[in-house]
Structure formats: C-alpha cells, structure tokens
C-alpha cells in the first residue's frame, strides 16, 4: 500500500522529498522501526540524505555519524548535509568525514537567524501565518544553491530504484470496483488512473478547511472519492453555513482553540451544523473538529466560548500532551468499520474533553495499552483520533455510504413534500 500511495502522488514530480518524523530510526514508540523514516525508505527503496545539526561540534561529528551509518544496514545514506555550521568549519570537517566514511558530504546549510519558522504547541506555524514566506523560502532556496551540490542531490535521487509498475499497484482488475459515473483514463505519463465525473450521482461530503480546520491527510480524502464520494470544502469560520448540496460532513482537526471567538461568533453555521446533526446527517469529527461539536471550548487565557453544542461539555487547555502517537481503533460496535476489523490512527493533543466517549477501544501498538474513546452512533464517528482511511478503505465506503443513504432520504422526504403542495 505504501508503495502505491507514493507512485500515486509522485507521478508528476520531478523529484519527491520524503520526511519522517522525529529523527531517521524513530519508529512506533519510539522504540521500533516500523513507521520510521528509515523504514519508509526502506520499504520505497529511496536513497537518504543525512542532515545533521553540527553548530557547536568539532571532530565530535564523526562518532555521530558512524553511529547512523552502523544501523544502515542496507546502505540507504547516500550523502551528508551539515546544518548550523560556518563555510570554514565545513571546508575542515569535510576531507575528515569522507576519509573515514563511504558517503559523500553534499554541503552545509550556515545558521541563518533571520530565516526563521515558528512553531506552537502543535507544530510550525502554517504557511499562511508566517510574515513573507515566499521571501524566506527564495532565501532559503538561494544559500542551499550556494552551499549544497544541488546537480549531485539530483543524481542521488535519480539512482533510485525503480518500483513496480503503478499499473499493477492500482489499478489491475479494478474497473468492477468503480463507482458507475466513473472511468480509467490515461494521465500524462500513460498511467492509468480513477477519473470520477462531476455527476451529481455520487453523495457529497463536506469538508471543514480553513485557518481553525488545517489537519488532515489528503489520502483520506482520496479514499473517499474512490469511494464515490465527491468533495466539497467549506469554513466554518466565513461561510454562513454547510454546503446544500453536502450529504456528509467531515470536521478534520486543526487550531479551533485559537479561533474560539471567531467561532463562536458564526452563529448561523454553528446553528446549521446543529440543524445536520439533529437530521442525522453523516458526520466524522476528529481533534480540533470533535471540539468544535462540545457545548464550549476555552481558549488559553480560560475564556470559554460557545460552539456547535452537539456534544455535551468543555474542551479545555491541560497544559501538557494529553496523549500522543499512533493507536489502533476498534469499534464496540460495528458501524463505520466491517465487522471484527481495526483502522490506525494518530493522537496529538494537549486539550482534553469533559466526555471522550466510551464506543471503541485505542491499543498502542507497542505498549499494547488501551483505553475507550470516541462518541459513536450510526451516523456519528466524533472523537480525538486522526484516523488514516487507507488502513481499512471499509472506513470510508461505509461513510460514503452512509452519506448516500441520508441524501436518498432527503430525496424521498422532499418528494412527499412537494407531493403534498400539489394536493
């Protein structure tokens, strides 16, 4: 599966960056390679380049690396970047690393404290947030140009091997499977790939995206309109309600906690999606999303701010990570999952709710802890996990199904509607 998601996002890219996260072996737990950076290039067989902070170290460099080139036992680090460092201390250090280790050294980055990305308790600041982020990026791009042997860079990555045939991977003996409004074309580089029309068969599912609803992963919603689903966004924190056409909603995660006050002041869609709910229109919520759904949130300062109400109770700042990392999710009770199966998941949150739900079980994959979560019923999956779909597609089809099965209800009820204006 991994293979195939990266041949579905790469085929139009002249070179593809992969980034793990925390360091090259942190895996599961921190303690496992699986889900490593190392272990996707592993799996992709795609060459890495080492990036190491080297401000404040001298010989003490080498030690370092010849520890991370002991635990590549495939050989996947093909070259070295320094980053921190002066061009003088690189032009020193280099001739040293390359005498005592098979890789190359590509350059070094110099510590550059006007070029600076911000970070919050979740992470970076989003691009859209930073002041000058083309010019900060055009300087960045400009010293690597300088600094690094972009043309060798590209000829590592050019070495890859390649993987098999996207054909196979994606799309053999699937013409069955697709939704009835749908076809295989051919894209620029003679792959096939899922080409599903505009129809106004397939259900609809709106998609919350803004500055308050940022987090999500885009094979989800591939997932979804492989599914038969089309998407839709909308804001909750601009637009005055949810799309009429919208059969489904998604409320992914994000920063609603710092647009609490905008939030609460869009009374019109808070009432709309309290009105969805109420008709038991299909609805998933994740983190920030399943926040927005309590009665009130209260910001930093512990001001509380009304939101949607759908749920009962506050979310409120711990003040610490309530829980981080990834889990598997099972259901209680089957509803949005094939019966007897799990879908993965990944937590990473510092505010906690007054009610976390009690309909499926969170394991940790390497721990084996676990403990309930989620608020579920038929139409509602609303909890803090951020599911990934391609680990059970049965997630996704059975939303897209249940999202088409409201949209036939509210097709019949209109029909009786204007059935009875006619009488």
């Known amino acids: 599966m991994t293979a195939e998601l990266f041949m579905e996002s790469a085929v139009n890219a002249d070179i593809s960056v992969m980034e793990g996260v925390m360091g090259l072996y942190d895996g599961l737990g921190g303690i496992r390679k699986e889900g490593s950076a190392y272990d996707l290039a592993t799996v992709t067989d795609t060459p890495v380049i080492l990036v190491i902070d080297a401000h404040g170290m001298g010989r003490s460099i080498l030690p370092l690396i010849a520890g991370f080139l002991s635990y590549d036992t495939i050989h996947l680090i093909r070259g070295i970047i320094l980053n921190r460092t002066s061009g003088a201390f690189f032009e020193t250090i280099r001739p040293e690393i390359e005498k005592s280790f098979p890789v190359e050294v590509l350059g070094y980055f110099p510590n550059q404290k006007e070029i600076l990305l911000e970070s919050r308790h979740l992470g970076l600041k989003r691009p859209e947030e930073v002041e000058k982020m083309a010019e900060l990026l055009a300087k960045t791009a400009d010293m690597l140009e300088k600094t690094v042997d972009i043309d060798r860079l590209f000829a590592i990555a050019e070495g890859a091997s390649e993987l098999p045939d996207s054909d196979i991977l994606t799309t053999t003996d699937r013409a069955s499977e697709l939704p009835e409004d749908s076809t295989l074309e051919k894209d620029s580089y003679g792959k096939q790939k899922v080409h599903l029309q505009k129809s106004g068969k397939r259900p609809v599912i709106a998609v919350a995206r803004d500055e308050a609803f940022c987090f999500y992963y885009e094979d989800n919603l591939k997932a979804l309109e492989k599914a038969g689903a089309e998407i839709v966004f909308f804001s909750p924190l601009h637009d005055g309600s949810v799309p009429k056409e919208a059969d489904g909603l998604l409320l992914p995660g994000g920063y609603p906690e710092l647009y609490a006050k905008e939030l609460s002041e869009n009374k019109t869609m808070l009432a ?152």
């Open 272 to 423: 709309d999606i309290r009105e969805k709910a109420e008709l038991a229109m299909p609805i998933v919520a994740e983190c920030g999303g399943f926040m927005y759904l309590h009665e009130t949130i209260e910001d930093q300062e512990g001001q509380q701010y009304r939101m949607a109400g759908v749920l009962p109770g506050i979310c409120i700042n711990k003040g610490k990570l309530v829980r981080f990392g990834y889990i598997e999710l099972q259901e209680k009770k089957p509803s949005f999952l094939p019966e007897g199966t799990k879908i993965r998941g990944h937590e990473f949150h510092y505010y906690d709710s007054s009610d976390n739900g009690e309909d499926c079980m969170a394991v940790k994959p390497v721990t084996g802890k676990s403990y309930p979560c989620v608020i579920e019923t038929q139409n509602r999956f609303l909890g803090f996990p951020h599911l990934y779909y391609p680990s059970n597609p049965g997630f996704a089809e059975n939303f897209v199904e249940k999202a088409r099965d409201f949209r036939n209800r509210n097709q019949s009820r209109n029909q009786y509607r204007n059935r009875d204006r006619k009488r």
